[in-house]
């Protein structure tokens, strides 16, 4: 479910509970999140680190963790690593 920072005080039709500006509101649906936010209440999605690594590529792959960052000469090209071919 998304996260969303809360923009204006509200108490939730649905759960009854208290949320004040500054706060965080985890939408139970997109529908609930859209209303909140075309009334006022809701802002930006909450982004958290957790949310950051589920698109990330597995360790070891192309783009993933615990890559070794390429070498590059004074003239600005990447130097190969062991095992490319180069042209």
């Not at 950051?52 to 190969?80: H, M, R």
Request: charged share 30%.
């Amino acid at each position: 479910m998304k996260k969303f920072v809360v923009t204006a005080d509200f108490i939730d039709k649905n759960t009854k509970i208290q949320y004040d500006i500054g706060s965080v509101f985890e939408a139970s649906s997109k529908e609930r999140a859209n209303e909140l936010k075309s009334s006022g209440y809701l802002g930006e999605e909450v982004i958290t680190p957790d949310d950051k690594t589920k698109n990330a590529p597995p360790a070891g792959e192309k783009g993933g963790k615990n890559q070794p960052l390429p070498e590059v000469t004074t003239d600005g090209k990447e130097t190969p690593q062991s095992g490319e071919v180069t042209e």
